[in-house]
C-alpha cells in the first residue's frame, strides 16, 4: 500500500501522541502508589485499558472473536507475557525506580527484538548498523543504571528495580518477534484486544478473590484510560507508516518522561543518565535502518 503524505503525517501525530501517552503513564503510575499499592493499581489499570481498547474496536466495527485455532495459542502467550508478566513487572519496578530509569530501560526494546530475530528466527543478518545501535544501547543502559562514575567504577550496576524492567522488556521483546511470526494476519486492534484479555481475565479474578477490588484515587482510572489511548494512537500510526519510523518516532516518549518527572516528582537526572539517554536514542535510529519488527509490548 502506497503511503500517502496524508497518511504520514496522520501516523506521525498519531505515535508523537501514543508517546506522550507514555510518558504519562509512569508518572500516573507513582501518584497512585501514594495511597494504594502496585497490585490495586495495575488491575484497574488492565480494566480501564482494556475498555478503551474495546470502545476502539466496536467503533471500527471490527470483530475481535474471529480468530484461527492456529493463532489463539500465540494470542494467550502474547496476553501472558504482555501484560500477565511484563506490564505486572514493569508496575511493580515503578515502585523502586526513578521513571528514567523504567522507560529507558524498557526502550532497550529493539535491541532485544534484533538480537532474538536474528537468533530465534534467522531473519536477515546483523549488519554494522545492528552491531553500532546495540553497542549503544548497552552503554546507554549501563550509564542510566549506575547513574555516576564512582558506581560505574565501583561496577554498581543498577538495582533490583532495574532488573524487574529489564525482565520485562526481554518478555516485551519475545511476544513481538512472536506477533510478527505467527499474527501478521490479524488487524493490530484485534491483537491488542487479545493482549488485555485473557490476563486481564486471570488477574481481576485474583484480585477479586484475594483482596477484592477498589479505586481509591484517581489516578488509577486515568492510567487505564491513558494506557489505552496510547495503545489506539500507537496502533492508527502502524498502520500509516513504516515500523522503523515507529521506532524513531517513539524516542520520544522518555523525553517525556524525564520532563514530567522533574516538573511533577521531581526526580532528577545525572549527567551520565544524561547522556544515557542520548546514546539511546543514537541506538535506536542506527537500528532503524534496518526495519524491525514492530513490537506490541508497553511502552
Known sequence: ?????????????????????????????????????????????????FSVVTVYLLLR????????????????????????????????ALTRVPVINAVLIGHMQPLFIVVMGFIVLRSDRLTVYDYAGIAAMICAGVLVTTKSIPNLLALKFGSVGDAFVLAATVA????????????????????????????????????????????????????GIVIGIGTVFYYEGLKRIKAAQVAALELSTPFFATVLGILVLREYITLMQGIGLLLLVIGILLLSKKEIPEPHGEL
Open 1 to 49: 500500500m502506497t503511503i500517502t503524505l496524508k497518511n504520514k503525517t496522520a501516523g506521525v501525530l498519531s505515535i508523537l501522541a501514543a508517546s506522550v501517552m507514555w510518558g504519562i503513564e509512569p508518572i500516573l503510575a507513582k501518584l497512585s502508589y501514594q495511597t494504594t499499592d502496585y497490585l490495586g493499581t495495575f488491575a484497574t489499570r488492565i480494566i480501564f485499558c
Open 61 to 92: 466495527g471490527k470483530n475481535p472473536f474471529v480468530i484461527s485455532r492456529r493463532q489463539f495459542p500465540w494470542l494467550v502467550y502474547l496476553s501472558l507475557a504482555a501484560t500477565l508478566f511484563a506490564d505486572l513487572m514493569y508496575t511493580y
Open 172 to 223: 516485551w521483546a519475545t511476544t513481538a518477534i512472536a506477533t510478527r511470526k505467527y499474527l501478521r494476519e490479524l488487524d493490530a486492534g484485534v491483537v491488542a484486544f487479545y493482549r488485555f484479555l485473557f490476563a486481564g481475565v486471570l488477574f481481576i479474578l485474583y484480585i477479586i478473590l484475594m483482596r477484592g477490588l477498589r479505586i481509591v484515587n484517581p489516578y488509577q482510572v486515568m492510567l
